[in-house]
């Protein structure tokens, strides 16, 4: 209102990055002074008139102290509350621990929450160790890349001001902590519970195994990386196979290898395990009705479809899935079909030979007809599109309205040289469709581990609206990981798991919102894709 509004280009020198209402959170309003004094206590510069030195979180934190009338030393920027659902979740826990703990059997204390992606599993999880005055929780991980978020909804929240965040990535150490603070310790399977060379606790851990935690928390249950069938794959941390996992081959030994607290060499009385495809344990009767909180993708669209109360809708940024899928054209399937039914193998007809640049599907012509078939440009006809005439289904790359949805995608393919072999022939002279995106191949050792592989997909996006790209992974960023911009994914190889298909299918459905002027939010994808090319697997 200040600034003079006349200018030559009509144009204004600013824009408004944060604007919210000056209403106590019990009601009253305040004035812009009361954040200005606040800003002076917590060491703010003013730099003439009404202006401050200070960032937007920096200023965030600072509106969240005076419009609740709390002190927030630490300058934290969130102050969100529970959804329904996390709190019915966190009740329902401390509930069934106090039962437990009542009859005598604390030490068998154990509770699974079956809840989807973008359930919020981090921050319910310290909501349920703050209500029950828990101090030491250790979680425990078999996928290192989750702990971004493990960390930013402990520091950043106002709920766990005073709390301590530990891993192997953090300043803090163990030794260093404030024993009289709550603390969170962060860690992988593979480190904390790993032996040294000989089959003893690392010296640099005992103290994990020392402490008698209050509540240890496993998180991404459904790897079963305590199994000795997933020993190996344990051991060397291979995210591009981790699928493996899952054969059919160790279906039989399930029961017999249920994971058992008693054999951990670590020590507490509450064991909370999450996993939003905990499918074995729950078959297998590991964990009773009582011990289980449920939370499914159909449980939050209804919720969402369903919500009438006052303020905005939580769910109203969770797009809906679409599951499309193709029978591939017999003149393309013939090459990989199989089996006593025909089955179209697509680990067969995406196999590739050789590294690097040098990488080659074994039948490029044929994934060549796929590359042209999924952009609406291939030819070939069949009697099956003979008798669909008009009602053919529209290709993923062909129909308008999907290519403007499409423009960040995840490819889900067989191994590393199969996501090779598909950049290469994409960089091909006849895919100038596909030169349009960048590809990145996230898939090899050279792609990183765990949260590294994802640097080159957020640096190839920029600017995701004015972008376009294409991942390449053949396991990697396929579980515990949050790529917003990713609206669709292909399904392009065989999984011996349902677990791996959900797992990688919900990457697509994060929440894309993009800030606009006056602190105001646009939801950029309402739906998100699955397209699946094994039609039989689909069904099932």
């Given at each position: 209102q200040?600034?003079?509004?006349?200018?030559?280009?009509?144009?204004?020198?600013?824009?408004?990055?944060?604007?919210?209402?000056?209403?106590?959170?019990?009601?009253?309003?305040?004035?812009?002074?009361?954040?200005?004094?606040?800003?002076?206590?917590?060491?703010?510069?003013?730099?003439?008139?009404?202006?401050?030195?200070?960032?937007?979180?920096?200023?965030?934190?600072?509106?969240?102290?005076?419009?609740?009338?709390?002190?927030?030393?630490?300058?934290?920027?969130?102050?969100?509350?529970?959804?329904?659902?996390?709190?019915?979740?966190?009740?329902?826990?401390i509930?069934?621990?106090?039962?437990?703990?009542?009859?005598?059997?604390?030490?068998?204390?154990?509770?699974?929450?079956?809840?989807?992606?973008?359930?919020?599993?981090?921050?319910?999880?310290y909501?349920?160790?703050?209500?029950?005055?828990?101090?030491?929780?250790?979680?425990?991980?078999?996928?290192p890349?989750?702990?971004?978020?493990?960390?930013?909804?402990?520091?950043?929240?106002?709920?766990?001001?005073?709390?301590?965040?530990?891993?192997?990535?953090?300043?803090?150490?163990y030794?260093?902590?404030?024993?009289?603070?709550?603390?969170?310790?962060?860690?992988s399977f593979?480190d904390?519970?790993?032996?040294?060379e000989?089959?003893?606790?690392?010296?640099?851990?005992?103290?994990v195994?020392?402490?008698?935690?209050?509540?240890?928390?496993?998180?991404?249950?459904?790897?079963?990386?305590w199994?000795?069938n997933?020993?190996?794959?344990?051991?060397?941390?291979?995210?591009?196979?981790?699928?493996?996992?899952?054969?059919?081959?160790?279906?039989?030994?399930?029961a017999?290898?249920?994971?058992?607290?008693?054999f951990?060499?670590?020590?507490?009385?509450?064991y909370?395990y999450?996993?939003?495809?905990?499918?074995?344990?729950?078959?297998?009767?590991?964990?009773?009705?009582?011990?289980?909180?449920?939370?499914?993708?159909?449980?939050e669209?209804?919720a969402?479809?369903?919500?009438?109360?006052?303020?905005?809708?939580?769910?109203?940024?969770?797009?809906?899935?679409?599951?499309?899928?193709?029978?591939?054209p017999?003149s393309?399937?013939?090459?990989?079909?199989?089996?006593?039914?025909?089955?179209?193998?697509?680990?067969?007809?995406?196999?590739?030979?050789?590294?690097?640049?040098?990488?080659?599907?074994?039948?490029?012509?044929h994934?060549?007809?796929?590359?042209?078939?999924?952009?609406?440009a291939?030819?070939?006809?069949?009697?099956?599109d003979?008798?669909?005439?008009?009602?053919?289904?529209?290709?993923?790359?062909?129909?308008?309205?999907?290519?403007?949805?499409?423009?960040?995608t995840?490819w889900?393919?067989?191994?590393?040289?199969?996501?090779?072999?598909?950049?290469n022939?994409?960089?091909?002279?006849?895919?100038?469709?596909?030169?349009d995106?960048?590809?990145?191949?996230?898939?090899?050792?050279?792609?990183?581990?765990?949260?590294?592989?994802?640097?080159?997909?957020l640096?190839?996006?920029?600017?995701?609206?004015l972008?376009?790209?294409i991942?390449?992974?053949?396991?990697?960023?396929?579980t515990?990981?949050?790529?917003?911009?990713?609206?669709?994914?292909?399904?392009?190889r065989?999984?011996?798991?349902?677990?791996?298909?959900?797992?990688?299918a919900?990457?697509?459905?994060?929440?894309?919102?993009?800030?606009l002027?006056?602190?105001?939010?646009?939801?950029?994808?309402?739906?998100?894709?699955?397209?699946?090319?094994?039609?039989?697997?689909?069904?099932?």
């Amino acid at each position: 209102q200040q600034y003079p509004t006349k200018r030559p280009d009509g144009k204004l020198p600013y824009r408004i990055v944060f604007a919210e209402s000056a209403m106590y959170s019990d009601g009253g309003s305040f004035m812009d002074h009361d954040v200005h004094n606040a800003l002076e206590k917590h060491g703010f510069t003013r730099v003439g008139g009404e202006w401050f030195r200070c960032t937007v979180d920096q200023l965030k934190a600072v509106y969240i102290e005076v419009k609740n009338k709390t002190i927030n030393r630490e300058l934290r920027k969130n102050d969100f509350t529970m959804r329904p659902e996390q709190e019915e979740a966190v009740t329902k826990t401390i509930q069934y621990f106090k039962s437990m703990e009542d009859e005598g059997r604390y030490k068998t204390a154990k509770f699974l929450w079956n809840a989807k992606m973008r359930f919020g599993k981090t921050f319910a999880t310290y909501q349920l160790a703050k209500r029950m005055g828990l101090s030491k929780v250790l979680v425990l991980t078999f996928k290192p890349a989750v702990e971004t978020a493990w960390d930013d909804d402990l520091l950043n929240h106002i709920d766990f001001e005073g709390w301590q965040f530990i891993s192997r990535n953090t300043q803090l150490t163990y030794e260093d902590s404030d024993k009289t603070k709550p603390m969170v310790c962060f860690g992988s399977f593979q480190d904390y519970l790993g032996t040294n060379e000989n089959g003893g606790i690392k010296a640099k851990n005992e103290w994990v195994h020392t402490t008698n935690w209050d509540l240890v928390v496993f998180d991404e249950y459904h790897f079963g990386a305590w199994r000795e069938n997933a020993k190996k794959l344990f051991e060397t941390e291979d995210e591009d196979a981790y699928d493996s996992l899952d054969v059919e081959k160790y279906k039989k030994e399930e029961a017999d290898n249920a994971f058992n607290e008693s054999f951990l060499p670590i020590t507490s009385t509450r064991y909370l395990y999450l996993s939003g495809t905990p499918f074995r344990a729950i078959n297998s009767g590991e964990f009773i009705e009582d011990q289980i909180y449920n939370w499914t993708y159909s449980d939050e669209q209804r919720a969402k479809q369903n919500w009438t109360t006052p303020p905005a809708n939580p769910y109203e940024s969770l797009p809906r899935m679409v599951l499309m899928t193709y029978k591939i054209p017999d003149s393309i399937r013939q090459i990989a079909s199989q089996g006593e039914f025909d089955e179209f193998d697509l680990n067969v007809f995406f196999s590739a030979e050789g590294k690097g640049d040098q990488a080659k599907f074994k039948n490029e012509e044929h994934v060549q007809k796929w590359l042209d078939l999924i952009r609406g440009a291939y030819l070939g006809t069949t009697t099956d599109d003979l008798k669909l005439g008009g009602k053919k289904p529209e290709m993923p790359y062909s129909n308008t309205q999907l290519l403007s949805i499409l423009t960040h995608t995840l490819w889900f393919l067989p191994n590393v040289a199969s996501a090779h072999a598909m950049k290469n022939l994409i960089m091909q002279k006849q895919n100038t469709f596909f030169h349009d995106y960048k590809i990145i191949v996230a898939a090899g050792t050279s792609a990183g581990i765990g949260k590294e592989a994802l640097v080159p997909v957020l640096k190839a996006m920029d600017e995701p609206l004015l972008t376009k790209t294409i991942t390449l992974s053949c396991g990697k960023l396929t579980t515990g990981v949050t790529v917003k911009p990713w609206t669709g994914i292909f399904m392009l190889r065989n999984l011996s798991s349902p677990e791996t298909y959900f797992q990688a299918a919900f990457r697509v459905q994060s929440p894309w919102e993009v800030d606009l002027e006056a602190s105001r939010k646009e939801i950029m994808k309402r739906e998100c894709y699955v397209f699946d090319f094994a039609l039989d697997r689909a069904l099932k």
